[in-house]
């Protein structure tokens, strides 16, 4: 036997063998163990791959906790310990909205969740945090007159020395508004928001004099600290001026002093003048929107969010009072909410007394904006939101996302407040001059807009309103348009409605209401252009309208300028041209019969700031002239003769830019009374 | 051309039969001989009588596995060839004869034909006992002739693994070789 036997013979053992060995066959060798090794890389790989891939696109399970089922006999057991509480059925409404906006806000797997959160801060992109917040400087000092008031208005029959002259041109005759400015036959009292005095002058003409200056000051830091939200009453008598704004105050509990905002209104009396003292104070947490002076009731509206809550801590989801004893939680009776909350802010209303600051009711409104409009006995709140309506075109499907309002009237007077009625308008509000009240009719003026989506496949989450579509189905953006209502306040329906009057895309700029006839501008601000509009509403089933046509400018303010004629104060073809138009009703049309303008300068869209006197034909306003070098703020007076307007003033008041909505002005005999910050100037326009 | 359609040829007497055997298998053959003879004009007459070899089988035979088939054909026609040359160079063939060699006690006297039969019997039983990995190794080696360092490649192995693996085959082969009584 030779080795090379066994060299032949392995030629001939099982084919099975040799075909295992053949180093050209995949598997066996290096072929074999390098692929191997590749094929385990690989696997691992996509092993990693595919976990990976789960683990960040795997939906997360929305198989929510069914809210609708919640109810004071099932409820969540973060409130089973408050089962007995007053305030149940508003801690589950806050409890289901909070866990809806969870539902609605929270990303859809872990890719939307951790990634999309890093490339959103690497991108620095923020998302939309929602809500509409309060911005109560410009909900107070809101354009436009709804309703006739006279210039010179006196709530009082007595005209005694020192009594009260109405200097506010007031929405609603009788419903005083509080402002930065007030006087008597004897003295204007004028609130410097930026020092925080409150500057007192005599009216003798041309010896007119500063005859004091108080420092607001109630012993809570900085109180009143918000320049542009203080505001004052004056009473009927002369005698007593309520303050109001917002500051910061202190609360007492188990952890010690808490600062919060507040609301808070000071009680002074200035029967003598050059001896003001302070003689009650009354706080709100929340921040100050705006007040009004009924029959020696203050009407105090001020707005309160609701942060994150903790519900064994009441004061993290309800407003509270200070009456002099510390803040106390609002009882729960007081407090209004709809069935669905849309957010959490609530305006509050609260009714004091004017001489003591005694609290007389208060009304915690969950939802409601800072658009408020009070009428003689009425006060109506308005609530935004998104609501969605089905239906079909042809036989194709659609859905439509549009802003809606419901309006809530609460009642008032002695006693305190009475839930009244509510009404669903399409459309927001765009002031409390978008809304009055005639002879038991509300008026109401929208701007309307929303989101379309037709075809395809459209479903609607009913727990959030969330609506999802497929690649077929086409959103296109309902284009803007105005409408006005007609509610019947005894029945809370709508009797009477013009719908989509504007050209598409404009919005509602202004609103007055004078009696049976409404007047409406509308604008696409983008392009300085308007309409006006004359409504006559006499017929609330045929309601009719004329209009200017397409003018240059927009009007942010309309006045009832009396005899009538329309005054519009706004724009002209820009930002920095002020434009003041006069129109009339001419037959079938409204028509401008005298216009001013001026350029290159700015002014203030605040209807407080501009004094307006019905009966000598007066309009004046202060503007911030950019024309030359040695131009500054000024005060313009314009009269309007019947044909044209006619500059009568044009005062300086220095070289500084300071903000024109700050500006006051009076007519007491011949004399022209200007304010403004700490200057002063009384000019004589008539001989 | 699949293995079964080149067999239907051979058994058709056709003569493309060796044309489509040769496209496919030629360069497989001449590699096979090559590693045995180290001489690429011996490698082509192998190959060449490979082709006649096979078409002198087929039929009766019918290989299930054409590739393993031409394998077997021409690694022994490459080893005929090998022992008429003598060659005395350490070729891959002079290596693995020189490793079996330490399988048996001597490497004299021919081998007869009932011994050949029970030593192919014998490795039969023999790869049958070995692992996989070894007996793949095992034949590389001494059935396709290749390299050690080769194989050392295609398994990831050093060749110090590859050749310390060999000895305690052959060392197993041995012990077996003389269990089943093989010219001890």
């Known amino acids: ?174 419903v005083i508004e509080a402002d930065l400015f007030k006087r008597t036959k004897t003295h204007i009292f004028y609130l410097n928001r930026m020092s925080m005095n409150l500057l007192v002058y005599s009216i003798e003409g041309e010896n007119s004099r500063l005859v004091s200056e108080y420092k607001i000051d109630h012993g809570y830091e900085n109180m009143f600290s918000e320049l542009y939200s203080a505001q004052i009453f004056l009473s009927e008598d002369g005698k007593t001026l309520t303050v109001l704004g917002s500051g910061i105050g202190y609360t007492e509990n188990e952890s010690g002093k808490a600062k919060l905002s507040v609301a808070m209104l000071l009680s002074l009396d200035v029967s003598d003048p050059e001896n003001i003292t302070k003689k009650a104070h009354f706080a709100i947490t929340g921040d100050y929107l705006s007040a009004r002076l009924v029959d020696d009731k203050i009407l105090l509206m001020s707005k309160y969010y609701v942060g994150k809550i903790d519900y064994d801590n009441e004061a993290s989801f309800l407003p509270q009072i200070d009456t002099g ?167 809370w329906q ?40 004359f409504f006559d509403l006499s017929d609330m089933s045929n309601i009719t309208y004329t209009d200017t046509g397409v003018i240059e400018g927009y009007s942010s303010s309309l006045v009832n300028f009396g005899d009538g004629f329309l005054l519009g104060i706004g724009y002209g073809a820009n930002r920095n041209t002020l434009k003041i138009e006069v129109y009339v009703e001419n037959g079938d049309k409204v028509e401008s019969i005298a216009s001013y303008e001026r350029e290159y300068l700015s002014f203030s869209e605040d209807y407080k700031s501009y004094f307006i006197d019905r009966e000598r034909g007066l309009v004046g306003l202060m503007i911030e002239d950019y024309s030359n070098v040695q131009a500054g703020n000024r005060y313009i007076l314009l009269t309007f003769d019947g044909y044209k307007l006619v500059e009568v003033l044009d005062e300086s008041f220095g070289g500084l830019y300071l903000g024109a909505s700050a500006a006051r002005a009076a007519l007491a005999d011949d004399y022209f009374y200007i304010m403004f910050f700490d200057e002063f100037k009384a000019v004589k326009i008539y001989n | 051309m699949e293995d079964k359609k080149i067999v239907e040829l051979f058994f058709e007497r056709s003569e493309t039969a060796i044309a489509e055997t040769a496209k496919k298998y030629g360069k497989y053959l001449r590699h096979i001989a090559f590693r045995i003879l180290e001489n690429e004009q011996d490698s082509e007459e192998i190959e060449n009588d490979t082709y006649l070899r096979a078409w002198n089988s087929i039929p009766p035979k019918k290989p299930e596995t054409l590739r393993i088939f031409l394998a077997a054909l021409c690694r022994n026609l490459a080893l005929n060839r090998y022992d008429e040359k003598k060659a005395q160079k350490r070729s891959a063939t002079t290596l693995a004869l020189e490793e079996l060699s330490e399988c048996l006690p001597d490497g004299s006297g021919d081998g007869e034909l009932g011994e050949s039969l029970a030593l192919r019997m014998a490795l039969d039983s023999f790869l049958g006992m070995l692992e996989s990995r070894q007996r793949i190794i095992f034949m590389q080696r001494y059935f396709y002739l290749c390299r050690i360092g080769e194989i050392a490649r295609r398994h990831g192995m050093k060749e110090s693994a590859v050749t310390m693996l060999l000895f305690r085959t052959r060392k197993m082969l041995k012990e077996h070789l003389h269990k089943e009584g093989i010219d001890l």
């Open chain 1, 325 to 491: 004893n510390g803040f106390e939680v609002m009882a729960a009776e007081d407090i209004i909410f709809p069935d669905k909350l849309t957010s959490k802010y609530y305006t509050v209303v609260t009714q004091v007394d004017m001489e003591t600051l005694a609290l007389d009711g208060a009304a915690g409104c969950l939802c409601y904006s800072e658009n408020v409009y009070v009428s003689e006995n009425k006060i109506f709140l308005t609530r935004d939101y998104t609501d969605y309506f089905e239906g079909e075109d042809d036989g194709v499907k659609y859905v439509e996302n549009k802003n809606v309002t419901e309006i809530f009237a609460l009642g008032y007077g002695e006693g305190g407040f009475a839930k009244l009625g509510c009404v669903t308008v399409d459309g927001r509000v765009k002031d409390q001059y978008s809304l009055d009240e005639y002879k038991g009719v509300l008026r109401v003026v929208t701007t309307t807009s929303g989101t379309k989506y037709i075809g395809g496949d459209i479903t609607v989450n009913a727990k959030d309103g969330v609506i999802e579509y497929d690649g077929d189905a086409i959103a296109t953006n309902i284009a803007s348009n105005a409408a006005l209502y007609c509610i019947d306040l005894s029945t």
């Open chain 1, 1 to 174: 036997m030779k080795n090379k036997d066994i060299l032949r013979e392995l030629g001939n053992v099982d084919e099975k063998y040799i075909k295992e060995a053949d180093p050209a066959a995949p598997g066996t060798g290096r072929g074999s163990h390098f692929t191997k090794k590749l094929a385990l890389i690989a696997a691992c790989a996509l092993l990693v791959t595919t976990f990976a891939c789960l683990w960040l696109f795997l939906p997360y399970d929305r198989a929510d906790e069914d809210l609708s089922a919640l109810n004071e006999n099932n409820l969540p057991s973060e409130l089973e310990s408050h089962a007995d509480s007053e305030y149940l059925d508003l801690m589950l409404a806050f409890y289901k909205f909070d866990k809806s906006q969870q539902n609605v806000n929270r990303p859809n797997n872990n890719f939307e969740n951790y990634i999309e959160g890093i490339l959103d801060s690497f991108f620095d992109v923020f998302a939309n945090k929602g809500g509409s917040g309060a911005v109560f400087d410009n909900a107070v000092m809101a354009p436009g007159a709804s309703s006739p008031s006279d210039g010179d208005y006196y709530y009082g029959a007595d005209m005694e020395e020192g009594s009260y002259v109405e200097t506010t041109d007031n929405q609603v005759a009788g």
């Open chain 1, 494 to 533: 709508i009797v009477g409605e013009v719908r989509d009057f504007a050209p598409d895309g404009e919005t509602v700029e202004s609103v007055r209401f004078d009696g049976t006839n409404a007047y409406v501008c509308t604008a696409v601000v983008i392009t300085f252009t308007d309409p006006v509009y």
